[in-house]
């Protein structure tokens, strides 16, 4: 094997530096939400398609967290990397100050619409009834759970990835805990069934918010709270912001559809979708997720350093390891869907529908391993528009429509299904390479950081 050049292992070093942490705290994540499927797998299919059909609507807060937090994480990496801490700190403050707005609307929804949200889709009375009380308790925790996304990638924006690693893994374990013990009734604690579950995801948001907001404001990280007085650093935030939640967005929006034809291939099939994804979201979620937020920092930081050539040589450095690492993740998961199925379900027409869309997504790893580090470099630059289009695309034109397509008028059932959601995932992967060989995204970097430059220097700071 011949040795890395020390270009390339610096990289490395630094990506796994960075890395690692992001994808402990994306392991415990997704463990999270396994222990939910898992205990509410106990329960019955219908348990198990309440919460992902709630989930759907979960999205939201989840969308605009993580819509936020790529305009916080754009902007504080290029701040730290040009050396401008009192920019990046308004931004990161103005940042968790809209989350937490955005996040109060959502609490009334969750009040007053939950059951007639998951009876729109389509489902059976139970599950109307097990999903609708498990959405209002996650809705009411909205707030939060803003909150605690976009303190997290401001921290890593910033370089700080052990912070966000620590409290949001606490707040996950926490999670774990309180699901097993208050919805299966174990020790002291009440069987409160699916209830059980909402409240450990709302009490573990509530500690994860409190907790970073705190770090912030303390000695504790590198980062400061400090009071918003900057317009333009509140519309470069919207700017970069709104596509990525777009971008989430229009895969969620395409999910509503996309489950309500599932349904019409019974409540096991649609079990199964939510069991294979969480599979995979498990075992490769913190890989393409911490490889994606890896990139941002990188790309976002050697941009601020006015260094556009390194920036694009960075990506395609984690851009080779990710195609690699998730092409392997892919086969794994693809000959081991059976015994990683049976963990989840013990329903025979579930677990082999379940298999099934596990090999699905075991086949779609390859493209995963191309877009997730392509969009990271592209939102690290504050270009999220590109990303957006991938996925509205992948999403509507494919996810949906060729998965309808070739479903029920072609008449291909579920085949059809699993065709389109590869589609779907093939086409992120060619927008995003497109936007990333011929965009002009370190031309967008450039002028976002002149603009705030010359507005500090207008201010006299």
């Given at each position: ?336 869907a059976r015994p990683l199925v049976s963990v989840f379900t013990d329903d025979p027409t579930t677990a082999d529908f379940a298999v099934q869309f596990t090999r699905v997504f075991g086949v779609s790893m390859l493209f995963f391993g191309v877009f997730f580090p392509l969009a990271g470099a592209l939102r690290g630059a504050g270009d999220t528009r590109t990303p957006f289009y991938a996925r509205l695309l992948g999403a509507f034109v494919f996810l949906l429509g060729a998965s309808y397509l ?56």
């Amino acid at each position: 094997m011949l040795p890395l050049p020390a270009r390339l292992r610096s990289i490395y070093r630094r990506m796994l530096g960075l890395g690692w942490p992001i994808a402990v705290q994306q392991t415990l994540t997704t463990l999270m939400r396994t222990v939910d499927i898992v205990v509410t797998g106990l329960f019955s299919p219908a348990a198990v398609a309440a919460i992902g059909l709630a989930d759907l609507y979960a999205q939201v807060p989840l969308r605009v967290g993580l819509g936020l937090g790529a305009g916080a994480i754009a902007l504080s990496s290029q701040d730290t990397g040009r050396g401008a801490e009192l920019g990046r700190d308004r931004a990161i403050t103005q940042a968790l100050l809209i989350g937490a707005l955005c996040g109060l609307p959502l609490v009334a929804v969750g009040l007053l619409f939950s059951d007639a949200l998951v009876a729109l889709l389509g489902a059976e009375r139970e599950v109307v009834r097990l999903g609708g009380t498990y959405l209002l308790i996650v809705f009411a925790a909205s707030p939060f759970r803003i909150v605690g996304l976009v303190g997290a990638r401001s921290l890593q924006g910033a370089g700080d990835t052990r912070t966000p690693m620590l409290v949001n893994g606490g707040a996950n374990a926490m999670n774990v805990l309180l699901t097993v013990s208050l919805g299966l009734g174990l020790g002291p604690a009440p069987r409160l069934g699916i209830v059980g579950v909402g409240l450990a995801t709302a009490i573990s948001r509530f500690v994860e918010a409190t907790v970073i907001t705190g770090a912030m404001a303390g000695p504790w990280t590198p980062v400061s709270l400090t009071r918003p007085r900057d317009l333009l650093i509140t519309r470069q935030l919207v700017r970069v912001s709104a596509p990525t939640f777009a971008e989430g967005m229009s895969t969620s929006l395409a999910n509503f559809p996309f489950n309500a034809l599932l349904l019409v291939f019974g409540t096991e099939a649609t079990a199964a979708y939510h069991i294979g994804r969480r599979i995979y979201q498990q075992l490769t979620g913190p890989v393409y997720r911490s490889l994606s937020t890896v990139t941002s920092i990188m790309v976002g930081q050697r941009l601020g350093e006015a260094d556009p050539d390194e920036a694009r040589y960075t990506a395609k450095a984690i851009l080779g390891f990710g195609v690699a690492v998730l092409g392997v993740a892919g086969v794994l998961l693809f000959v081991g869907a059976r015994p990683l199925v049976s963990v989840f379900t013990d329903d025979p027409t579930t677990a082999d529908f379940a298999v099934q869309f596990t090999r699905v997504f075991g086949v779609s790893m390859l493209f995963f391993g191309v877009f997730f580090p392509l969009a990271g470099a592209l939102r690290g630059a504050g270009d999220t528009r590109t990303p957006f289009y991938a996925r509205l695309l992948g999403a509507f034109v494919f996810l949906l429509g060729a998965s309808y397509l070739l479903a029920v008028p072609l008449g291909y059932g579920l085949l059809g299904v699993y065709v389109g959601t590869v589609l779907s995932y093939a086409c992120w992967a060619a927008v995003a390479g497109a936007g990333f060989v011929w965009g002009d995204w370190a031309g967008t970097a450039a002028s976002m950081m002149a603009e705030r430059a010359e507005a500090e220097e207008a201010a006299g700071r």
